[in-house]
């Protein structure tokens, strides 16, 4: 080996101060680099969490850490609303009371993995295994206290409704001023929907436990799937229940203590397959808002309004959504609607919250919140998008 071996050529030192000159440019070229993924996700994931949506409204696919909504002035739509111990609340397909100066949230606990039962696989039915019922309360619809799983699931007996394997949505609680108890009614059903009973819980407390009694068919054995109940100004209330395989939307009275229909009711929105049905009143007028029948899949809200009686008849007055994805109902389908009062006299209210579901049906417990408020525009109802709003 002479003694300058080690030493480079014209040619290798070329190279040489070439691959240097990369070199010295590589860290700053990362740091730029990854400066911009890193941009772009945030870009990306604010988009999602619903700050900017100039072109498109933001839908979860999985969640991630911007999506959290620990804002405690606005109601982002579409965000993880968060409880207040941080904790995403668990409340889907929900139903609401107001309670001595406390609004209530119960909800299905969509814990778990999701899959899709074979029975259900034609239509994309997908789930999770039953946990339960959970309820929140708060005093001013922003910050929600857990109070826990107020319906848990029987595990000990495989035929019992609230056996893992069956199917508890949609809970809607009602105060009765009569017997000053609380009840729950929900769509209960087989894994594979074709049982379409409706149940009934009953507690002394708003924040629970409620007591399962049992489900059956009301109105001659007729189905029954989702569902919302509705309490007049003089206590009477009413189940609203899909059927006839979701082809019709049955109106019936409740007993006067809630815990079983009476008998008489009326088949609407016939041959309409309407799904998710929430219901107020305003100035007299009875209002409906719901859904098409297409699994988790959103499609285009339904709105109506019967002037009459609750019973109908009932005039379809098209999609509320307005703008953008309206078509889609904002990705998300109805729930409830909640009147915003202080006298938990929705009659007396002059807002209302459309509350529905963003549901994920790859991943059901990433599902999400979409509220937003309702406006009454020439004799018919609109929602429009808003990225963040205050309900108070
Ligand atoms: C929806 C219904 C939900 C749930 C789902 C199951 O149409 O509104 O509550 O039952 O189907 O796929």
Same mark, same amino acid.
């Not at 309409?272 to 100035?283: C, G, H, L, Q, S």
């Given at each position: 080996?002479?003694?300058?071996?080690?030493?480079?050529?014209?040619?290798?030192?070329?190279?040489?101060?070439?691959?240097?000159?990369?070199?010295?440019?590589?860290?700053?070229?990362?740091? %730029?680099? *990854?400066?911009?993924?890193?941009?772009?996700?945030?870009?990306?994931?604010?988009?999602?969490?619903?700050?900017?949506?100039?072109?498109?409204?933001?839908?979860?696919?999985?969640?991630?850490?911007?999506?959290?909504?620990?804002?405690?002035?606005? %109601?982002?739509?579409?965000?993880?609303?968060?409880?207040?111990?941080?904790?995403?609340?668990?409340?889907?397909?929900?139903?609401?009371?107001?309670?001595?100066?406390?609004?209530?949230?119960?909800?299905?606990?969509?814990?778990?993995?999701?899959?899709?039962?074979?029975?259900?696989?034609?239509?994309?039915?997908?789930? =999770?295994?039953?946990?339960?019922?959970?309820?929140?309360?708060?005093?001013?619809?922003?910050?929600?206290?857990?109070?826990?799983?107020?319906?848990?699931? =029987?595990?000990?007996?495989?035929?019992?409704?609230?056996? *893992?394997?069956?199917?508890?949505?949609?809970?809607?609680?009602?105060?009765?001023?009569?017997?000053?108890?609380?009840?729950?009614?929900?769509?209960?059903?087989?894994?594979?929907?074709?049982?379409?009973? @409706?149940?009934? #819980? %009953?507690?002394?407390?708003?924040?629970?436990?409620?007591? +399962?009694?049992?489900?059956?068919?009301?109105?001659?054995?007729?189905?029954?799937?989702?569902?919302?109940?509705?309490?007049?100004?003089?206590?009477? #209330?009413?189940?609203?229940?899909?059927? &006839?395989?979701?082809?019709?939307?049955?109106?019936? &009275?409740?007993?006067?203590?809630?815990?079983?229909?009476?008998?008489? +009711?009326?088949?609407?929105?016939?041959?309409?397959?309407?799904?998710?049905?929430?219901?107020?009143?305003?100035?007299?007028?009875?209002?409906? *808002?719901?859904?098409?029948?297409?699994?988790?899949?959103?499609?285009?809200?339904?709105?109506?309004? @019967? +002037?009459?009686?609750?019973?109908?008849?009932?005039?379809?007055?098209?999609?509320?959504?307005?703008?953008?994805?309206?078509?889609?109902?904002?990705?998300?389908?109805?729930?409830?609607?909640?009147?915003?009062?202080?006298?938990?006299?929705?009659?007396?209210?002059?807002?209302?919250?459309?509350?529905?579901?963003?549901?994920?049906?790859?991943?059901?417990?990433?599902?999400?919140?979409?509220?937003?408020?309702?406006?009454?525009?020439?004799?018919?109802? #609109?929602?429009?998008?808003?990225?963040?709003?205050?309900?108070?």
């Amino acid at each position: 080996m002479n003694e300058h071996s080690h030493l480079l050529s014209k040619n290798d030192c070329d190279v040489y101060h070439r691959q240097r000159r990369y070199y010295s440019y590589l860290p700053s070229c990362i740091t %730029i680099t *990854i400066l911009c993924i890193c941009f772009s996700v945030v870009l990306t994931n604010k988009h999602f969490q619903g700050i900017r949506s100039t072109t498109s409204i933001p839908i979860n696919s999985s969640s991630s850490i911007l999506d959290y909504d620990n804002d405690k002035k606005y %109601i982002h739509p579409g965000s993880i609303f968060l409880d207040t111990q941080n904790k995403p609340i668990n409340a889907h397909g929900g139903g609401f009371i107001f309670y001595n100066n406390t609004y209530y949230w119960y909800g299905e606990i969509k814990v778990g993995s999701t899959y899709l039962p074979p029975s259900n696989a034609d239509w994309g039915g997908t789930r =999770v295994d039953l946990t339960g019922i959970s309820c929140y309360s708060s005093t001013d619809l922003l910050n929600w206290r857990y109070n826990g799983n107020v319906l848990p699931t =029987v595990l000990n007996d495989t035929e019992h409704d609230l056996n *893992i394997d069956k199917v508890a949505e949609r809970p809607k609680v009602v105060y009765n001023e009569r017997t000053n108890k609380f009840v729950m009614w929900l769509h209960i059903d087989s894994m594979d929907y074709k049982r379409a009973r @409706s149940g009934v #819980a %009953i507690s002394d407390r708003p924040e629970g436990p409620f007591t +399962y009694i049992n489900s059956f068919r009301s109105n001659a054995n007729q189905m029954a799937r989702d569902l919302t109940v509705f309490v007049d100004d003089n206590t009477r #209330a009413y189940l609203f229940y899909s059927s &006839e395989d979701n082809a019709a939307l049955h109106v019936t &009275e409740l007993s006067d203590d809630y815990l079983s229909t009476k008998g008489n +009711y009326s088949r609407i929105f016939i041959d309409r397959y309407m799904e998710a049905p929430t219901i107020f009143k305003k100035d007299g007028a009875y209002y409906f *808002i719901g859904s098409g029948c297409t699994a988790w899949q959103p499609n285009a809200a339904r709105s109506a309004v @019967s +002037y009459t009686s609750i019973f109908g008849p009932w005039k379809e007055l098209g999609n509320p959504a307005q703008g953008l994805d309206a078509n889609t109902t904002f990705h998300s389908q109805s729930t409830y609607v909640l009147p915003v009062v202080g006298d938990g006299d929705s009659s007396g209210s002059e807002r209302f919250i459309f509350i529905a579901d963003r549901w994920n049906e790859k991943n059901l417990s990433d599902s999400r919140y979409i509220w937003l408020p309702i406006s009454f525009e020439e004799d018919r109802l #609109a929602i429009h998008w808003h990225d963040k709003w205050s309900p108070t």
